[in-house]
T-cell receptor
Framework: ETGVTQTPRHLVMGMTNKKSLKCEQH?????MYWYKQSAKKPLELMFV???????ENNSVPSRFSPECPNSSHLFLHLHTLQPEDSALYLC?????????????FGPGTRLTVL | AQSVTQPDIHITVSEGASLELRCNYS??????LFWYVQSPGQGLQLLLK??????LVQGIKGFEAEFKRSQSSFNLRKPSVHWSDAAEYFC????????????FGSGTRLQVQP
């Protein structure tokens, strides 16, 4: 596969479940991002990883736990979510050692919390 | 902090007509500017970007955008719209120094009439 892939594409979970979202980039990039896209709201940055190190956490609740084991993979572990967490979760990657890096996005995971 | 405004939430144009989507940004230094397109249920696809140099940039699918510093604008244009252009369009600004994340506008939904 090429580009940025995300699995699963759709996820329905109860508030007490634990699930994980997976993102993989095949572009040789070294920075990865999680964004949240809710209805009628702009995309919100959640986390930034640069060379596997978390460099930004945009005041995200602790029920979202990111993991970046290497520069190609990014996970978002979900636990005890709320219905308002239902959204499209988008992963992106970029080549962060370039001055003018460009972010490339995956197709997203549509999450529904019941 | 930077911000992006897309004043038009929804635009409808006839197929073959010209298109201009507006984007205004707020950022203290030279911005990096992007336009992305999102089809229903999909991730974001990069249309074009501006970092420096020629203020008129060409992108994919026949789109272009013009950076006007005096107006803090980066409007997206296409001379003749095709039905397949129906989608949501997002303008984003990236910082020329410091944090790597993008700030997105709220998006403009484009509908194309036959």
């Amino acid at each position: 596969e090429t580009g940025v892939t995300q699995t699963p594409r759709h996820l329905v979970m109860g508030m007490t479940n634990k699930k994980s979202l997976k993102c993989e980039q095949h572009l040789g990039h070294n920075a990865m991002y999680w964004y949240k896209q809710s209805a009628k709201k702009p995309l919100e940055l959640m986390f930034v990883y640069n060379f596997k190190e978390q460099t930004e956490n945009n005041s995200v609740p602790s029920r979202f736990s990111p993991e970046c084991p290497n520069s190609s993979h990014l996970f978002l572990h979900l636990h005890t979510l709320q219905p308002e967490d239902s959204a499209l979760y988008l992963c992106a990657s970029s080549q962060a050692n370039m001055v003018t890096d460009t972010q490339y996005f995956g197709p997203g995971t549509r999450l529904t919390v019941l | 902090a930077q911000s992006v405004t897309q004043p038009d939430i929804h635009i409808t144009v006839s197929e073959g007509a010209s298109l201009e989507l507006r984007c205004n940004y707020s950022y203290g230094a030279t911005p990096y500017l992007f336009w992305y397109v999102q089809s229903p249920g999909q991730g974001l696809q990069l249309l074009l970007k501006y970092f420096s140099g020629d203020t008129l940039v060409q992108g994919i699918k026949g789109f272009e955008a013009e950076f006007k510093r005096s107006q803090s604008s980066f409007n997206l244009r296409k001379p003749s719209v095709h039905w397949s252009d129906a989608a949501e369009y997002f303008c984003a600004v990236g910082e020329s120094r410091g944090r790597r994340a993008l700030t997105f506008g709220s998006g403009t939904r484009l509908q194309v009439q036959p």
